[in-house]
């Protein structure tokens, strides 16, 4: 396993109650950072790019009316052999407002690049949360004096094999599952397409994030294919994407280390399929938890 590091993102919806009709109440293509204000540690980078310069195709939910092909890189640890974070931080529309809806949707677009083969270092990885209510960096390192609302990882590649995605509350981790482990291996290969040795891995590909709220449950999907279901209190706040490099070792590959996100979707209401109707589409079993 190799060490590596942290950057994240996060945006408050403004002016939102709750509502009964179902609706997109905001959405961000991501063509510039004017809903967002950068919050970064050391050697952390967040840049709005054309990422077809990369070769990299338009994500899978283009935003109606943004640009194609844009959308936020981030970069971490790539000189400092640090161990830090760096954030993005929303006031939509101009506002302040925290999501203080009991029932939504949060859905992005994130692509995590590695160079392959996995160089010495590989190991980083995307950050997603909802209910954070502090403005400072969150990631792997800083958990337990930055621990806020509901948050987790997905892993570029075989880095962990044990915690290759990870939910917590707070600073207490509610459930990880890792992609080499028995019983835990459905979800990886069910979700993703990327085998680099293995089993199916997010790396290098488009990933669909999805994390709905439901009167305290909270339900983490990619692709489709739901991780995690966890009964939590901390759903009221702001939303937080990003990415990480959670550990000190410089990749030997930095060129090819980086996370991009686009297309930021919230509804006021749940439209990820149900576990029957996955079944019917034929995307295969659901995870299976491993708790702590």
């Known amino acids: 396993m190799q060490r590596k590091f942290v950057s994240t993102l996060a945006v408050a ?21 004017a809903n967002w204000t950068v919050a970064g540690q050391a050697d952390t980078t967040a840049t709005v790019i054309d990422y077809s310069a990369l070769g990299i195709a338009e994500a899978p939910n283009q935003v109606a009316g943004s640009a194609a092909t844009t959308g936020v890189q981030f970069t971490a640890n790539t000189s400092a052999g640090l161990g830090q974070a760096v954030n993005l931080l929303g006031a939509v529309n101009g506002g302040n407002a925290d999501l203080t809806l009991s029932t939504y949707q949060v859905q992005f677009d994130m692509y995590l690049s590695v160079a392959v083969p996995i160089p010495g270092g590989g190991t980083e990885q995307g950050l997603w949360g909802i209910g954070r209510t502090t403005g400072n960096a969150l990631g792997r390192n800083n958990r337990a004096t930055e621990g806020d609302g509901v948050w987790g990882w997905l ?8 915690e290759d995605t990870a939910i917590f509350e707070g600073s207490t981790e509610l459930a990880d599952l890792g992609d080499t482990q028995p019983g835990e291996t459905d979800p990886f290969n069910n979700a993703f397409t990327t085998n680099l040795g293995v089993n199916n891995t997010p790396a290098n ?20 294919v739901k991780f995690f279901s966890e009964t939590v209190t901390s759903t009221d706040g702001d939303v937080m994407l990003g990415y990480e490099d959670p550990f000190g070792s410089i990749s030997a590959g930095p060129a090819d280390q980086f996370g991009i996100i686009d297309n930021v979707i919230i509804d006021d209401a749940i439209t ?7 079944v019917l589409l034929g995307l295969g079993s ?6 702590r």
Do not use: C, K
């Open 13 to 33: 919806a403004a002016g939102l109650t709750g509502s009964s009709a179902s609706a997109q109440f905001f959405t961000d293509g991501i063509d510039s950072l």
């Open 286 to 291: 659901l995870a299976m938890l491993r708790r």
């Open 272 to 278: 990820i399929p149900e576990p029957a109707s996955l």
């Open 205 to 224: 590909s488009w990933v669909t994030v999805t994390m709905t709220a439901d009167n305290g449950l909270v339900e983490i999907w990619y692709n489709s």
């Open 155 to 162: 892993a570029t590649e075989n880095g962990y094999g044990t």
